[in-house]
């Protein structure tokens, strides 16, 4: 949306200089200034009977007349010209048209941090949102196959509409392109589905424990399989995330081995994906590669959604939902639950890119931390000591994990740019 607010504006102020020298001179030559009194300004312009001369025209007169006094001052007029070219409507028929008006700079330049805060906010907010929803929808409607699909097709659904209207504007794939995202979006729609499979079978505090080990899976693909030398600092601040993670499934109440085993395959998945991204890069903004691997990833989940749910859910599953809570809430539960999915991912993604990696890294942890919370306060999870004690110490070691990376990653940026 920005974007395209951008594009619009500069084109305003294009098409306004435009006007500016295309203006034809009759109007200039049929009336003679050599006998009338002039009086200079301060702004740049000509008194002439009381009225004052538009820089424009005294720009045409001066390149006209001295060629090379347009080499002396050009810079300063040209910079005078283009922001009243910007505003050409009001102008055109102002005595006052000569200021060069500056526009009102507008909140998000004036506040970045409170836009920034913002973005965190929203991202935390509708991250919560959707894990609670989620799991709700799981404890009357027990099908991760189908739900995955109905996360993916919201957010297709969302990103057509997006396109429809111009925000933001569609680009153009080619078989190229086509075949570096097809790997990332099989990975993602693996990952999507198996974390959904967890949320159903377990705790949601449970899952999102599991899943701080996808730092762990990460590092070691990036050592064994990218051939990328990994820091020993880097493998012993993942030690408190693999002992946490082991002190919490020993003691969770809600531990089966089908929600355990499909966190792990999730993590497994989005570490995959992260590999094959880096292999994907394309000068695609992130808005319009998010979108096509979405739906990519819709038509990777639809068949074994059908295959593996499909029979229980004609025969009973859409029945026994309806019946439980109503077909109003149940098709309206699905609808948001799609679109809080994809608006986090979204904000997570516009999140990113406005802040350092090291702030969103952090930022990532608080967020599971928040989660974590929120959904042992909602459902009323009973968790062990032992449990919680291990909860803290992943997250911690995923704090610091993230703090040793982004330390890492700044520090080649820095050593490319120097």
């Known amino acids: 949306m920005a974007s395209a607010g951008t594009l619009s504006g500069a084109g305003g102020g294009i098409s306004g200089l435009l006007r500016l020298r295309q203006r034809p001179a009759p109007a200039v030559a049929s009336f003679s200034t050599s006998r009338l009194p002039s009086y200079p300004v301060s702004d740049g312009g000509n008194l002439i009977c009381g009225r004052q001369l538009r820089p424009a025209l005294l720009l045409e007169r001066a390149v006209a007349a001295s060629p090379a006094?347009?080499?002396?001052?050009?810079?300063?007029?040209l910079v005078r010209l283009v922001p009243a070219a910007a505003s050409s409507s009001p102008a055109e028929g102002s005595d006052s048209a000569g200021e060069a008006k500056v526009g009102p700079v507008g909140f998000a330049a004036k506040y970045p941090a409170l836009v920034t805060g913002f973005f965190f906010f929203m991202w935390y907010f509708l991250n919560v949102i959707f894990n609670i929803l989620n799991k709700k929808i799981y404890n009357y409607f027990p099908y991760p196959y189908f739900v995955s699909v109905i996360h993916l097709f919201v957010g297709v659904v969302y990103c057509l509409v997006s396109w429809a209207v111009g925000l933001p504007k569609r680009a153009p794939i080619d078989s190229n392109i086509l075949k570096l995202?097809?790997?990332?979006?099989?990975?993602?729609?693996?990952?999507?589905?198996?974390?959904?499979?967890?949320?159903?079978?377990?705790?949601?505090?449970?899952t999102h424990t599991i899943k701080a080990l996808e730092p762990f899976f990460n590092a070691a693909?990036?050592?064994f399989i990218l051939g990328q030398q990994i820091p020993l600092t880097l493998w012993l601040s993942l030690a408190p995330v693999v002992l946490g993670v082991s002190m919490a499934s020993l003691t969770e109440l809600s531990f089966n081995w089908v929600g355990f085993i499909s966190a792990m395959i999730s993590n497994i998945s989005f570490t995959y994906r992260s590999i094959y991204s880096k292999k994907a890069m394309t000068d695609m903004d992130s808005?319009?590669?998010?979108?096509?691997i979405s739906i990519i990833a819709l038509f990777v989940c639809i068949p074994p959604?059908?295959?593996?749910e499909g029979p229980q859910?004609?025969?009973f599953g859409f029945k026994d939902a309806i019946a439980k809570v109503g077909l109003q809430k149940f098709v309206t539960d699905l609808f948001w639950v799609g679109m809080f999915y994809h608006l986090y991912n979204q904000l997570a993604t516009n999140t990113l890119e406005r802040v350092a990696p090291l702030t969103h890294a952090v930022g990532n942890v608080l967020k599971r931390v928040f989660v974590i919370g929120f959904s042992i306060i909602i459902f009323g999870n009973k968790i062990s000591t032992q449990t919680g004690i291990?909860?803290?110490?992943?997250?911690?070691?995923?704090?610091?994990y993230s703090y040793i990376k982004a330390q890492m990653e700044e520090e080649k940026r820095k050593a490319k740019t120097a």
Not at 181 to 206: E, W
Not at 390 to 400: F, L
């Open 390 to 400: 291990g909860t803290c110490i992943a997250i911690a070691g995923v704090a610091i």
């Open 287 to 292: 808005t319009n590669v998010y979108a096509y």
């Open 69 to 77: 006094a347009r080499l002396g001052a050009g810079r300063r007029d």
């Open 221 to 223: 693909a990036s050592q």
């Open 305 to 308: 959604a059908i295959l593996i």
């Open 181 to 206: 995202l097809v790997p990332v979006a099989v990975c993602h729609a693996l990952g999507h589905v198996t974390s959904n499979v967890s949320f159903a079978a377990v705790a949601v505090s449970f």
């Open 313 to 315: 859910l004609m025969q």
